[in-house]
């Protein structure tokens, strides 16, 4: 192992190609979602002028997060969890094509917004349980640690760009083009997970953990 192994561990990006698929499009999917967010938060506001209403974006992204949460990790142990990743990814492309139609339109019905953004979230709530256990089945044991790392690391790091994108963004051309990014991003995604290939059985308790777990 080098020293920028010991520094961060990127064996698993260099030895699985799913993984590093995986990965990519992950990483910008996140990043895209923080931008639709940032989008969404500004839409909101323009269309209400209301604390109230702004806040309700909070409720309509947990509520579906907490409920729908629960019933993914039983599909996650009841049907093929490629399949169910990839019907999620796709349900959260659509619904990012319904926010970039809705902004093209001149949408002024916040219900309508706050809607597909419920929508999202529960799509991205059924999938996350199966999707959490894929590093455990595509990488060798000693680099499922390193995996679960470097998704972490890519996640908070597009909490930070991610705003800071979206700002540039909104700045230069408005709500269409941050919801079409999060479309682009989006598809990034469903094209690794339908590549993914078939995966090895579960190793006992290490891979229906991830499934209940937190997120």
Same mark, same amino acid.
Do not use: K
């Given at each position: ?13 260099? +030895? ?42 909070? %409720? ?5 997060? %907490? ?21 999620? +990814? ?19 019905? !916040? ?5 597909? !953004? ?50 540039? !963004? ?46």
């Amino acid at each position: 192992m080098t020293w920028r192994d010991r520094l961060i561990d990127v064996r698993p990006l260099r +030895t699985s190609r799913p993984f590093r698929d995986l990965w990519i499009g992950s990483s910008l999917a996140s990043i895209g979602q923080q931008i639709a967010g940032v989008a969404v938060l500004l839409q909101v506001w323009e269309l209400t002028h209301s604390p109230l209403w702004t806040g309700a974006i909070g %409720l309509a992204t947990a509520v579906p997060l %907490l409920v729908l949460g629960l019933v993914g990790g039983s599909l996650a142990d009841a049907v093929d969890r490629r399949i169910l990743v990839r019907a999620t +990814t796709a349900g959260q492309v659509l619904t990012a094509v319904g926010l970039v139609v809705q902004a093209a339109a001149g949408n002024r019905s !916040v219900l309508l917004l706050l809607a597909l !953004v419920a929508a999202q979230s529960g799509c991205a709530a059924l999938g996350a349980p199966a999707r959490r256990t894929f590093p455990v089945r595509l990488l060798p044991a000693d680099q499922v640690a390193a995996g679960l790392a470097l998704q972490n690391v890519a996640f908070q790091a597009s909490m930070l760009v991610g705003p800071a994108l979206a700002g540039l !963004v909104l700045a230069q051309w408005s709500h269409p083009a941050a919801y079409a990014i999060q479309v682009v991003a989006g598809v990034a995604s469903l094209i690794a997970v339908v590549r993914l290939p078939p995966m090895a059985a579960p190793r006992a308790a290490d891979d229906r953990q991830p499934a209940h777990g937190a997120r």
